[in-house]
């Protein structure tokens, strides 16, 4: 489906991510895989190093910690906005909502909406979607969007598939209404026939975790993990983002009237920086438009790989200028969703570590 | 199409993959090559295997026919 919004802008961005980092050489012997095959591995799909929690750090933790550096640094004032949008696939809990944990451990206003979304790879669009959904509310002034993941915890260290490439964090991304009414175009599909590609399979009302569902078996390519870890058929995302992905940037085009010589930077989520090139390669991008260098710096962290891509590589130009962006998200559910809006100029885009 | 044999044995570091060969006898046969060859075809051939396919191709001739089939179709 096609969406359409204005007067609606991205104020600022805080990255936020763990201290603990690993290194894919050292985790290797982890893996059923001769050295010299993930070694190949590491060199095809671009893996490096990522960025991991270190104990049982949980979503609100990393979270507060960037919204009480904004605090103190006068980047958002505690009492100037309205809603907390919470999208994480790793709450807290699962009830009450990591959003309404955040509001009661910071001792946040009442006059507040908090909104807990179940979204992944796409989760940065979809958060957008809602938060410029709720400022057409006079008495919601300024939304938090907060994209949170410690999924790092969900995952086998000897899985191949999924432990190389997983990162933990968060991001913090302030969104309020602008003069400006140049258009916000954004094209939305989900499939949920293909909801088994990328799941966590025990650990709901339907498959409750116990002993049986963490007992460890390998699969046929010889990785571990068990019923309580993530699993990820990397081949079947690998086609879905190849098939999905480039009509839909194209169709996102037609609405919006632009081409892609139009686009200033194509910032995509970033699932490894295979997947980007092959991507960029079929729609006819040069890789300098769209970055793929998060994953080898810090793992892919869901929702909160694209305000990743913007910290890292485009920090400086962002507070100083307004560029034209096609964002994209793709993943669980499955889900893809696309964007084409001007980002910046922000008030602060910065990155801090936990 | 009699390319895409020796496209596979570049993938699989061999100097020839014939027709009869088992591909699972190959000792680089494993989850990256197999996504390589689905690059390869995607790019090659502007045809989209899943991993259960070539899996379920046994032999090269076996991936000669699926792709002959999937380019017909």
């Given at each position: 489906m096609n969406l359409i919004f204005s007067?609606?802008?991205?104020?600022g961005i805080l990255t936020v991510v763990p201290a603990n980092e690993r290194s894919f050489v050292d985790e290797m012997?982890?893996?059923?895989?001769?050295e010299r095959r993930s070694l190949k591995l590491k060199e095809v799909m671009g893996y490096d190093k990522h960025r991991l929690v270190d104990g049982p750090v949980c979503v609100s933790d990393l979270t507060i910690f960037g919204l009480e550096y904004l605090f103190a640094n006068r980047?958002?004032?505690?009492?100037?906005?309205d809603a907390l949008i919470v999208v994480t696939?790793?709450?807290?809990?699962?009830?009450?909502a990591t959003s309404s944990v955040i509001q009661g451990r910071l001792g946040l206003k009442q006059d507040m909406f908090c909104l807990d979304i179940n979204q992944g790879c796409a989760g940065f669009l979809i958060g957008l979607m809602q938060g410029f959904l709720l400022?057409?509310?006079?008495?919601?002034q300024r939304v938090v969007l907060v994209n949170a993941d410690v999924l790092s915890r969900k995952?086998?260290?000897?899985?191949r598939n999924s432990y190389p490439l997983v990162g933990d964090g968060a991001s913090i991304t302030i969104l309020e209404r602008t003069d400006d009414a140049t258009p916000i175009y954004m094209n939305l599909k989900m499939d949920?026939?293909?909801?088994?590609?990328?799941?966590?399979?025990?650990?709901?009302?339907r498959l409750p975790s116990s002993p049986e569902t963490a007992v460890m078996a390998e699969d046929a390519d010889g990785n571990l993990r068990s019923l309580d870890n993530l699993v990820m058929d990397g081949s079947a995302v690998f086609n879905f983002v190849q098939v999905e992905v480039p009509p839909m940037i194209d169709d996102l085009l037609q609405t919006a009237g632009k081409?892609?010589?139009?686009?200033?930077?194509?910032?995509f989520h970033q699932p490894n920086r295979f997947m980007l090139e092959k991507l960029a390669d079929k729609m006819g991008v040069p890789y300098e438009k769209m970055p793929a260098n998060i994953v080898e710096h810090y793992g892919n962290s869901s929702g909160v790989t694209i305000p990743l891509a913007i910290a890292h590589n485009l920090r400086h130009r962002v507070v100083g200028e307004s560029i034209n962006a096609c964002l994209a998200g793709f993943g669980v559910g499955l889900t893809w969703a696309s964007m084409l809006m001007r980002i910046g100029p922000m008030r602060f885009c910065e990155m801090i570590t936990f | 199409m009699e390319n895409l044999l020796a496209k596979v044995a570049e993938i699989l570091e061999v100097d020839e993959v014939k027709?009869?060969?088992?591909?699972?006898?190959?000792?680089?046969?494993d989850s990256l090559t197999v996504l390589s060859v689905i690059v390869m075809v995607d790019g090659d051939y502007r045809i989209n295997l899943s991993a259960a396919e070539i899996r379920d191709c046994r032999t090269g001739q076996g991936l000669l026919d699926l792709v002959a089939r999937k380019a017909t179709k």
């Open positions: 007067n609606r802008k991205i104020s012997s982890n893996f059923n895989f001769p980047l958002l004032d505690r009492d100037e906005f696939q790793s709450p807290d809990y699962i009830m009450p400022l057409d509310q006079p008495s919601i995952v086998s260290t000897k899985d949920g026939t293909r909801r088994d590609v990328l799941r966590i399979p025990a650990g709901g009302m081409k892609m010589d139009d686009v200033d930077m194509f910032l | 027709p009869e060969d088992v591909l699972d006898g190959f000792e680089e046969w």
